[in-house]
């Protein structure tokens, strides 16, 4: 190979006649030194070069970090960081004797943030992740989030199905309790978008469990199964012991599979389980997709709203449960718990199995629900009635709340009437109507 001095100065055949005299050796010697340093000029220039780069590249590298600090500082972006972690445990602390460490999925949601809200309002420590999809209008839950933000809870903008993300979050916080909220909600939409339901209902719930089941200490979890598993059960009221095999929506049967499944990690590896029936959740803040909320738009905007009815032309019947009442047997579930009793996926004995129905006992039929949304917003609507199409809906519900009451001391109190009115006010507010006019 050629020296490298002899690739930058080639020397052309024939030109040049090699003398030994003294004078020449004298001359080669300056040309050695000449070339050499000439070796050293261009290698300080490449370093140069080579240094300027890396800096270019680290300034490149610190602007990014900059940017997701500062974006993770909100709960966007990617995860890690130390401003990402800082805000994770200042979210988490817990500010009262005898607190509880909560980890929220789905906190973005409508359950989620009213649940989040009241944890956090009693001193206890809470961190939310969400995946903010678009399920409905995203800045619904996006307002959400900057109710939780002004309250100090930090929402972490990510799945429940990334593994990534749950171990840095229970790496970060010893969470002591789970409450696990995040689902693809509503029972039409599965005929629409089924893989969806099996992505968020299932295997987003293993996910969450497999990381539960491996930390230590290991946390309880409470999470929101749903009345919809009661299927075409018709023997009322709904009890925890009546039958579940008869699901009538995909989106009834993910959730009867997620109480399978919480079954066998409870058997398996002693994580204590609470599953939470509800029924029929409304109120403020609540979820776009719903037949309370599209009613309360449509009636505003001078739509038709479509009104479904049974067999035998039989009104629909819901057991309409105010968010408040849910919140309350939330959090009684979290404190009622019990403790996991493995450890790094090692059960060491058996843990609490439990599943409540959280109900209001009281249905009321959806023309009724209409009349009361009628008086509120002073304005008549324009129904449509129809049969009830074979979508997977169910004629009615009714739960029935006795252990709910005997275990966790849940009772509702907010009837139909007092909710709807509560949350008009805060729709016609959220939205910026005054008396059913936008306000300009």
Not at 38 to 44: E, G, N, V
Not at 70 to 89: P, V
Not at 219 to 244: C, H, I, M, Q
């Amino acid at each position: 190979m050629p020296q490298l001095d002899e690739e930058l100065f080639p020397s052309t055949p024939g030109k040049i006649k090699i003398e030994r005299s003294h004078h020449h050796t004298m001359n080669r010697a300056v040309h050695r030194c000449f070339t050499s340093t000439s070796t050293i000029f261009l290698w300080a220039l490449f370093l140069v070069a080579l240094m300027a780069s890396y800096m270019s590249i680290q300034s490149f590298v610190d602007s990014g970090s900059r940017f997701l600090h500062h974006t993770n500082s909100r709960g966007h972006g990617g995860i890690g960081g130390l401003l990402w972690e800082k805000q994770i445990r200042s979210s988490a602390q817990i500010r009262r004797s005898n607190g509880i460490s909560v980890l929220v999925t789905g906190a973005a949601g409508f359950v989620g943030t009213h649940v989040s809200l009241a944890l956090k309002k009693r001193g206890d420590g809470v961190v939310g992740v969400d995946n903010f999809n678009n399920y409905y209008d995203p800045s619904l839950k996006k307002a959400r989030r900057d109710l939780l933000d002004s309250h100090n809870i930090f929402v972490v903008e990510g799945d429940i199905n990334d593994r990534e993300l749950l171990a840095k979050l229970f790496d970060v916080v010893a969470f002591t309790h789970v409450m696990h909220l995040a689902a693809q909600a509503g029972v039409r939409y599965a005929m629409e978008n089924p893989h969806s339901y099996v992505h968020s209902n299932v295997a987003g719930l293993v996910t969450l469990l497999e990381q539960c089941k491996s930390a230590d200490p290991q946390p309880a979890v409470v999470w929101a199964s749903s009345s919809s598993v009661y299927g075409l059960n018709d023997k009322t009221p709904f009890s925890e012991s009546d039958r579940t095999d008869q699901p009538a929506s995909l989106y009834a049967a993910t959730k009867k599979a997620g109480e399978a499944i919480t079954h066998t990690y409870n058997h398996i590896y002693g994580l204590s389980i609470t599953g939470l029936r509800f029924f029929t959740v409304y109120g403020p803040w609540g979820r776009p997709d719903m037949a309370y909320f599209s009613f309360t738009r449509n009636i505003l905007q001078g739509k038709p709203i479509t009104v479904y009815r049974g067999k035998n032309r039989v009104d629909l019947a819901r057991d309409f449960t105010y968010i408040d009442d849910i919140v309350k047997g939330c959090v009684a579930s979290l404190d009622t718990s019990g403790k996991s009793t493995g450890s790094g996926g090692k059960k060491r004995g058996a843990a609490p199995y439990r599943i409540f129905n959280l109900g209001n006992t009281s249905p009321v039929t959806v023309p009724t629900l209409v009349s009361i949304l009628e008086k509120n917003l002073k304005k008549a609507a324009k129904k449509h009635v129809v049969d009830m199409p074979g979508n997977g809906d169910v004629p009615f519900t009714h739960a029935n709340i006795s252990l709910a009451r005997r275990k966790l001391g849940y009772k509702p109190t907010t009837d139909l009437p007092t909710g709807l009115r509560k949350f008009v006010k805060w729709y016609l507010s959220y939205y910026g109507y005054d008396l059913g006019r936008p306000v300009n």
